[in-house]
């Protein structure tokens, strides 16, 4: 019983192999044009399915689906087939045996591509296999090449040509072979997957000479007029075998010489100039020259050119003679560094005598001056003034030469004192001036108001400027409403600065511009005097209708002493002169120095209590005060 059940899932098994469709042929096969090609084919279907009328059998080409109508290579039910086949296919095989082998002749490139068989019993027992054979038509034979080819080491070359067609059998020989050494000749016939291929081997050890040869291998049909040819160039590595260069010479110092190197070998070496240890250049080339120009003392010794191209490597020397003065110094690349950190120049040159080594920056000493070949400048506690352009000059009796780079310095924002309000002819003028690298971007916050000013609006003239590391930014508050309304005026002014290594904030302080001071002074002095003499006339023309109608009136002067009606008169008399002096107010351009603390500024504008010029108590003013 137990032996049963192990063999019920077998026999399910192969039950359901017997029922399903299924086709053998080869996967890939080839053939030559113009001859022709056999494609083994055998099918199975299930057991169940009974042929009606006979089994047939039809070939697709590129696809398997009828409905998209591909091109018919055979049909067994009729000779209909796609022009390009016709008169060229036959089936070999017997269909009621299962067998759907195909032949094509006379073959064309056309006729390279995927074949697809489609078995038909009758009724719906119609089945196009998804298996495929691909074919290839070749025009020229198949040559084996090794990965390398290397002097002195046994080479096979193997010519491959299709052998699948049952009327064609294709010779092949081997051509050029006479200048090759003891070449020897084997010949091979495989077949794998009912797919043939004959082929012909030629064994010989190359030489260094036989590089770009020329080997060939002909295919040719007996009875058939058709011949096949490859050609191949042998590309026959070897190592370096000549190297070629100058004989040794003297030149004088300031001339200039070329040294040339030639080297056999293939691959083309990488061809090197070595001046001691020290490789001067590196090509890969079959020749190269080193160019020196306005030759120093350092530049005497020993030259070698080094030719390597993986397979070997061989070299050749000459000596140069010259003489003086210093070498051009080696120093750092170009260096951007952050603030508080230190940095090392290096500085080295060669020179006979022994130079001596200065570093400059900006075209002023900087360190100490040395005797030797080498020089290190230590940059420690790096600020904003270690930026510059630093410069090493090796100088002997004989001549100087020097080298320079750039060492950048990048720091967080900081303010310059000049920063700072001032009150000109239109109202307040606020100017926030910073340094930085990268460039500060400025903003100004009004905290009275609640605004934001990095731009142009109706009310505040917004202008920035940039040079270098430093940023100006200006407003300009236009105030004049509440100034004629004899309300205090508090202007509180904060500065951002910012870039990506920090920001700062500050308030402004207010500081009197001086050419407007002294028009208030002006203006209040000319309207002082303008009052004295209205007073002065009011005064005089009382006391004449007085003595005309012997009815004084009132103290004229008693009313003008009023404070508002006075402080009324001076303020008018003041714009008076405003415009007179102009009403258009250029941006203050302010040069920089240092930075400055966070200030609290407010503007008042009240009656005087003590302060500036000289007059009555009723002298209108501006006061600052600092917090």
């Known amino acids: 019983m137990k032996s049963l059940e192990l063999l019920l899932p077998l026999l399910l098994l192969v039950r359901d192999i017997h029922a399903q469709w299924n086709v053998w042929m080869p996967r890939d096969i080839s053939a030559m044009t113009n001859s022709c090609v056999v494609i083994p084919c055998t099918f199975i279907y299930p057991s169940g399915v009974r042929p009606y009328r006979g089994t047939h059998g039809i070939w697709y080409f590129a696809q398997p689906y009828p409905q998209l109508f591909p091109p018919v290579v055979y049909k067994s039910r009729t000779d209909i087939v796609h022009e390009s086949y016709k008169g060229r296919t036959k089936l070999l095989g017997d269909l009621s045996q299962k067998n759907c082998t195909l032949q094509i002749s006379n073959l064309g490139a056309e006729h390279a591509g995927k074949y697809y068989f489609r078995a038909d019993l009758g009724g719906a027992n119609i089945y196009t296999y998804p298996d495929f054979t691909e074919l290839k038509v070749l025009d020229q034979p198949n040559i084996d090449i090794p990965e390398e080819i290397v002097s002195d080491q046994s080479l096979d070359l193997t010519c491959y040509v299709p052998d699948n067609c049952p009327d064609m059998t294709p010779e092949i020989h081997w051509m050029y072979t006479d200048y090759l050494p003891d070449p020897l000749f084997t010949s091979d016939y495989l077949e794998e997957s009912n797919t043939a291929v004959m082929s012909s081997t030629l064994t010989f ?61 293939n691959p083309m070496p990488q061809i090197s100039w070595l001046f001691g240890d020290e490789q001067l250049m590196s090509e890969t080339a079959s020749n190269a020259s080193l160019y020196l120009e306005s030759l120093t003392a350092e530049q005497e010794g020993l030259y070698t050119c080094v030719g390597d191209n993986g397979y070997g490597t061989m070299n050749s020397s000459m000596y140069l003679a010259v003489r003086y003065p210093p070498r051009e110094p080696v120093v750092n690349a170009s260096l951007v560094v952050m603030e508080d950190s230190s940095l090392a120049l290096h500085c080295s040159s060669q020179g006979n005598p022994v130079p001596t080594l200065t570093w400059l920056k900006d075209g002023e000493l900087v360190g100490t001056i040395k005797a030797g070949e080498l020089s290190i400048l230590e940059l420690t506690d790096i600020n904003p003034q270690t930026d510059g352009t630093y410069r090493c000059l090796a100088e002997n009796e004989y001549g100087r030469a020097s080298s320079s780079l750039n060492v950048t310095v990048e720091f967080a924002p900081i303010f310059l004192d000049d920063s700072k309000c001032t009150i000109v002819r239109e109202g307040v003028q606020c100017v926030c001036i ?120 009132p103290d004229v002067g008693s009313r003008v002493e009023n404070p508002s009606m006075y402080y009324s008169a001076v303020k008018k008399d003041k714009q008076s002169l405003r415009k007179k002096v102009g009403e258009d107010s250029d941006y203050q351009h302010v040069g920089s120095t240092a930075g400055m603390e966070r200030r609290e500024l407010n503007f008042l504008g009240r009656p005087r209590e003590g302060g500036l010029g000289r007059g009555d108590d009723t002298t209108v003013y501006t006061e600052i005060k600092a917090k």
Request: proline share 4%.
């Open 205 to 265: 050890t190359p030489k260094a000479m036989h590089n770009g040869q020329l080997v060939g291998c002909r295919v040719q049909y007996p009875n058939a007029t058709f011949v096949y040819e490859r050609l191949i160039s042998l590309d026959v590595k070897y190592a370096p075998r000549k190297v070629w260069v100058n004989v040794s010479q003297e030149v004088m110092e300031g001339n200039s010489v070329v040294l040339h190197c030639d080297v056999d070998s």
């Open 434 to 553: 910073a340094t930085g690298n990268p460039e500060p971007s400025i903003v100004f916050y009004l905290p009275d108001f609640n605004i934001t000013i990095n731009e142009t609006n109706g009310r505040f003239n917004y202008y920035t400027h940039s040079d270098g590391y430093t940023s100006t930014g200006m407003i300009k508050l236009r105030e004049k409403g509440d100034r004629e309304n004899n309300e205090d005026m508090g202007v509180h002014v904060h500065c951002s600065i910012s870039n990506i290594f920090g920001s700062q904030s500050i308030r402004l302080e207010l500081q009197q511009e001086k050419k407007y001071l002294m028009a208030v002074i002006v203006g209040t002095i000319g309207g002082v005097a303008v009052i004295a003499f209205i007073i002065a006339a009011v005064r005089y023309v009382g006391q004449n209708n007085k003595k005309e109608n012997g009815n004084p009136g």
